[in-house]
């Protein structure tokens, strides 16, 4: 059984976050993920020789000018770009040019990037953690695997959290429940158009249909001699299609796509539909953007606690450490 100072459950944005920032630290850091790879929200799909970003499409404006307040974020952001790992992207809505950054050459670059030489065990999801007598965490895997920690750090959606385990301090239940209510997925697909249509901007937002669709082929250090455009449905067409085929929800959405460009149904080709379950929030259910309980070492940090979107995730795990590590005489590191 292996013993680390800090056990951070999830490889998303938060947990990547976090982790970095630990190990940097001096702490001994272990991140579970239940999927394949880091990077939750920021996942990509591979289309032919390229691949495209289907969850976070960037790092808009209001994003970036939040992080310049968290010191822990605004010192990675500028690392990244120092190092080319992120760059500008120019987003033209139709109402002139935004100031977007985005992960080079992919955004789950930046989650890869921040869990570089720490320990990572993936495709282990973890199901139950209680603390020891020793005051330890135990954490099980449905694999039969068990780890242990001093502190616990839990970046899961709130259903999936509270199911982990009956050791949450009560006060965190109703947070759990109320930010579950709140949480929203999401339809998004993967489109291709010939070269010879030309669409005048590479994005759209706020169709009744579609909450945000960006030319992919757009961004930097991409192929621009293709159209791969990421399509995400909005909120309300999501809920009234959720459980629908993926196949006939991805043709929907396609022929949704292209009336609102005014071209013709068969000029899209459909090359990926993914549907995310936990795929936004708005809500801030945490005065700070997290949760932490210093006795007992045990904290949640996510980007549902913090408003929701790649930087509440950052911050969010910002603040948990800042937690962690102003403490007193801690027993870690």
Wanted: charged share 20%; glycine share 6%; hydrophobic share 40%.
């Amino acid at each position: 059984m292996q013993d680390f100072d800090a056990i951070v459950i999830g490889a998303g944005s938060a947990g990547s976050f976090a982790a970095k920032q630990l190990h940097q630290l001096g702490y001994s850091v272990m991140v579970l993920e239940k999927s394949r790879g880091a990077g939750g929200r920021c996942a990509r799909r591979q289309v032919g020789d390229e691949s495209v970003d289907i969850g976070c499409i960037s790092l808009d404006a209001e994003q970036l000018a939040n992080a310049q307040a968290v010191p822990r974020v605004q010192q990675q952001l500028d690392d990244w770009q120092c190092r080319g790992l992120l760059a500008e992207w120019a987003v033209d809505y139709g109402e002139g040019a935004e100031r977007h950054m985005v992960g080079v050459p992919q955004m789950n670059t930046l989650h890869k990037d921040l869990l570089n030489n720490i320990t990572i065990n993936t495709e282990q999801r973890a199901h139950r953690f209680e603390r020891s007598e020793h005051g330890h965490w135990v954490v099980e895997c449905l694999s039969g695997a068990v780890f242990t920690s001093k502190a616990l750090i839990v970046t899961a959606p709130p259903a999936q959290a509270n199911d982990m385990s009956h050791a949450w301090p009560a006060e965190w239940l109703p947070i759990f429940d109320e930010a579950d209510s709140t949480i929203q997925a999401q339809w998004s697909i993967v489109v291709e158009l010939p070269t010879e249509i030309e669409v005048l901007h590479n994005g759209f937002r706020h169709h009744p249909v579609i909450e945000h669709a960006v030319l992919d082929s757009s961004k930097p250090d991409r192929d621009h001699s293709r159209q791969l455009w990421v399509v995400q449905a909005s909120p309300v067409w999501t809920d009234r299609h959720l459980n629908l085929d993926k196949e006939h929800v991805g043709d929907l959405l396609c022929d949704a796509f292209c009336a609102m460009l005014d071209i013709p149904s068969d000029s899209a080709t459909l090359l990926n539909t993914h549907r995310w379950l936990f795929g936004r929030t708005d809500h801030q259910h945490a005065p700070d953007g997290c949760l932490w309980d210093s006795e007992r070492q045990l904290g949640v940090c996510a980007d549902w606690l913090n408003g929701g979107g790649v930087m509440a995730a950052f911050t969010s795990a910002a603040t948990i450490v800042n937690h962690l590590t102003e403490q007193e005489a801690p027993a870690l590191a």
